[in-house]
T-cell receptor
Framework: AQKITQTQPGMFVQEKEAVTLDCTYDTSDQSYGLFWYKQPSSGEMIFLIYQGSYDEQNATEGRYSLNFQKARKSANLVISASQLGDSAMYFCAMREALYNFNKFYFGSGTKLNVKP | GAGVSQTPSNKVTEKGKYVELRCDPISGHTALYWYRQSLGQGPEFLIYFQGTGAADDSGLPNDRFFAVRPEGSVSTLKIQRTERGDSAVYLC??????????????FGAGTRLSVL
C-alpha cells in the first residue's frame, strides 16, 4: 500500500486566494512526522512545514498551515493568500519511528499553478 | 551559509558506462541521504549515512548502485553499467543529526542523469 497519497496531480488557484492540497498517509506507527516540501522548477526541495503525530495543535508557518486530522490520517496543506511564486510542485512526506525516522516516504506530488 | 551542493547538475552518459554523482552537505550535518526522483514521481529513498557509515542502504535498487562517504562529509553515489532505467534526478539531503520525527532534511537541487 502507498504510504503517502496525494490525489490531486494539478491544482489552479487565483492569486491572493487560499488553496488546500490534500495528503493522506498510511502507517501503523504511533510516532511519526509529517512534512510538506515545495519543489520549484529549479529542482531543490524546500521544507515548508512539519506536524508531529503527538502534536495536538495544527502546525502553522507564515502563510502555510497544516490541517491535521489524525483519525482520518490526513495532513492537508493550506496556503493562504496565494502568490505567483507559490507555483511549484508540492510533496507530502512522512517519517516513521519504525525506521528510526531515517527515511522519508513521499507522495507523487501536486502541481500548483497560481493565476494572476 | 551554503546549502547542499550537488555536482554535476546534469550528466549525460551512454548505456553501460560508469557514473559518479557528488554531494556536499551543509557543514556540520552528520546525516546524509540519497533519493531518486523519476519523472512525475516523488523522491524515493536510496541510502542514508550517519557519519562515515551507511546506516541504511535498503533503498538501493541493485548491486550496480553504491555510495560512499569516506570522511563523513562529501558523499559520492556510484552507478556501474548504467541502464536507461537509471535515468532520473538524484537528490541528496543532509540533516544536523539523525533520528527523531522532526529532524529536517535539507535538499540539494539534484543531479539529472540521462542514460542514452
Amino acid at each position: 500500500a502507498q504510504k503517502i497519497t496525494q490525489t490531486q496531480p494539478g491544482m489552479f488557484v487565483q492569486e491572493k486566494e487560499a488553496v488546500t492540497l490534500d495528503c493522506t498517509y498510511d502507517t501503523s506507527d504511533q510516532s511519526y512526522g509529517l512534512f510538506w516540501y515545495k519543489q520549484p522548477s529549479s529542482g531543490e526541495m524546500i521544507f515548508l512545514i512539519y506536524q508531529g503525530s503527538y502534536d495536538e495543535q495544527n502546525a502553522t508557518e507564515g502563510r502555510y498551515s497544516l490541517n491535521f486530522q489524525k483519525a482520518r490520517k490526513s495532513a492537508n496543506l493550506v496556503i493562504s493568500a496565494s502568490q505567483l511564486g507559490d507555483s511549484a510542485m508540492y510533496f507530502c512526506a512522512m517519517r516513521e519511528a519504525l525506521y528510526n525516522f531515517n527515511k522519508f516516504y513521499f507522495g507523487s506530488g501536486t502541481k500548483l499553478n497560481v493565476k494572476p | 551559509g551554503a546549502g547542499v551542493s550537488q555536482t554535476p547538475s546534469n550528466k549525460v552518459t551512454e548505456k553501460g558506462k560508469y557514473v559518479e554523482l557528488r554531494c556536499d552537505p551543509i557543514s556540520g550535518h552528520t546525516a546524509l541521504y540519497w533519493y531518486r526522483q523519476s519523472l512525475g514521481q516523488g523522491p524515493e529513498f536510496l541510502i542514508y549515512f550517519q557519519g562515515t557509515g551507511a546506516a541504511d542502504d535498503s533503498g538501493l535498487p541493485n548491486d550496480r548502485f553504491f555510495a560512499v562517504r569516506p570522511e563523513g562529509s562529501v558523499s559520492t553515489l556510484k552507478i556501474q553499467r548504467t541502464e536507461r532505467g537509471d535515468s532520473a534526478v538524484y537528490l541528496c539531503a543532509s540533516s544536523l543529526t539523525s533520528g527523531g520525527p522532526k529532524n529536517i532534511q535539507y535538499f540539494g537541487a539534484g543531479t539529472r542523469l540521462s542514460v542514452l
